[in-house]
Nanobody, 123 residues
Framework: QVQLVESGGGLVQAGGSLRLSCAASGRTFPSLAWFRQAPGKEREFVARVSSSGRNTDYSGSVKGRFTISRDYATNTVYLQMNSLKPGDTAVYYC??????????????????WGQGTQVTVSS
C-alpha cells in the first residue's frame, strides 16, 4: 500500500525558512514532487526530484529560494524553503509519479498524494 506522509509545516515570518518532509512507503518512485494550493486557487506545481536526486525541476516562482532533495535510502523527499513570502502561504502536498514525465507540472501526472501540510507566512 502506497502512503505519502508530509510533515514540517507551520507558521513563519516573511524572510524565514521551513523544511518540509515527505516519507513515501510501499514502493520507490521515479519522481517525487511538491505541489501547493492556496485558498481559492488551483493546485500548482512547486518542484520535483528524480529517484537519484540528481535531476530536479522548479516552478519559476520558487526557483532560487526553494531546494528539493531526496534520501533514496529512506525514500524521503524534502523541500527546503528559504526567503519565504506571504504569497507562499498554502497547503503543501507531496506527490508521486510512476515515471519521469514531461508533463511533470500537471496534477494528473501524479496518482499518489499525501494529505497536505499547512504553511503560513506572515508579513
Amino acid at each position: 500500500q502506497v502512503q505519502l506522509v508530509e510533515s514540517g509545516g507551520g507558521l513563519v515570518q516573511a524572510g524565514g525558512s521551513l523544511r518540509l518532509s515527505c516519507a513515501a512507503s510501499g514502493r520507490t518512485f521515479p519522481s517525487l514532487a511538491w505541489f501547493r494550493q492556496a485558498p481559492g486557487k488551483e493546485r500548482e506545481f512547486v518542484a520535483r526530484v528524480s529517484s537519484s536526486g540528481r535531476n530536479t525541476d522548479y516552478s519559476g516562482s520558487v526557483k532560487g529560494r526553494f531546494t528539493i532533495s531526496r534520501d533514496y535510502a529512506t525514500n524521503t523527499v524534502y523541500l527546503q524553503m528559504n526567503s519565504l513570502k506571504p504569497g507562499d502561504t498554502a497547503v503543501y502536498y507531496c506527490a508521486a509519479a510512476s515515471s519521469w514525465s514531461i508533463t511533470y507540472s500537471q496534477t494528473r501526472t501524479y496518482p499518489y498524494w499525501g494529505q497536505g501540510t499547512q504553511v503560513t507566512v506572515s508579513s
